[in-house]
């Protein structure tokens, strides 16, 4: 699984993008071979590549990404950047708790 990851980015990467779309990246990824990912999804903007992570990991979304977007019911109830120190699992918890439609609360 691990390789099939490295080797979905590396093609994605061949194209030049401007925007990467990575659903759960890290999945079936060893912790070294984890923290050499993030290193390199968090160099892509210094290349000119935008980077939309989507994880339920919220610790590795927390190690990762600068912004975060928190989607209830199938919409953006919040968005910000993240912040030093921040309770990442607290805020998630508050949001959906917040912004879901009763039947999924």
Do not use: W
Request: with cysteine; aromatic share 2%.
């Amino acid at each position: 699984m691990g390789m099939k990851q490295r080797l979905g980015i590396a093609l994605a990467l061949l194209a030049d993008p401007q925007l990467l779309i990575l659903d759960e990246p890290t999945n079936g990824l060893d912790p070294i071979g984890i923290e050499e990912l993030r290193g390199l999804i968090r160099s892509f903007p210094t290349m000119g590549i935008t980077v939309l992570l989507s994880s339920h990991i919220l610790g590795e979304v927390q190690q990762t990404a600068d912004i975060v977007g928190i989607i209830v019911g199938g919409k953006l109830a919040y968005e910000d950047e993240l912040h030093a120190g921040q309770d990442l699992e607290a805020l998630f918890m508050d949001v959906c708790r917040k912004g879901a439609p009763d039947e999924i609360r």
